[in-house]
């Protein structure tokens, strides 16, 4: 299994900013994509963000705008820069690999996330 771990969460008042972090193992990191996940109570898990191992990024229309993904290959870290934040970004943030690596896939290794929760 990966190790992955997430940081940087907490409670923040509608408007505000949060950076987080995610420190990831593995040799290979750096020619992988890798992405921002989320998950709401009765919600299921999202793609938030995606960054690939050249730069490009994409992002859900919900948060376009107002998140910012990057990375430093050198370091094995992904970032994730929240500004505006609105309650319904209220969730646990996970952070790894690309969505064809994750989804269908049996023993995807999760971390444990970082819970981000905005006030009205």
């Known amino acids: 299994q990966v190790q992955l771990v997430e940081s940087g969460g907490g409670l923040v008042q509608a408007g505000g900013s949060l950076r987080l972090s995610c420190a990831a193992s593995g040799s290979t990191f750096s020619i992988n994509a890798f992405g921002w996940y989320r998950q709401a109570p009765g919600k299921q898990r999202e793609l938030v963000a995606l960054i690939t191992s050249g730069g490009s990024t994409n992002y859900a229309d919900s948060v376009k705008g107002r998140f910012t993904i990057s990375r430093d290959n050198g370091k094995n870290m992904v970032y994730l820069q929240m500004n505006s934040l609105k309650p319904e970004d209220t969730a646990v943030y996970y952070c790894?690999?690309?969505?064809?690596?994750?989804?269908?896939?049996?023993?995807?290794?999760w971390g444990q996330g970082t819970q981000v929760s905005v006030s009205s």
């Open positions: 790894n690999d690309a969505p064809w690596k994750v989804y269908g896939r049996e023993g995807v290794y």
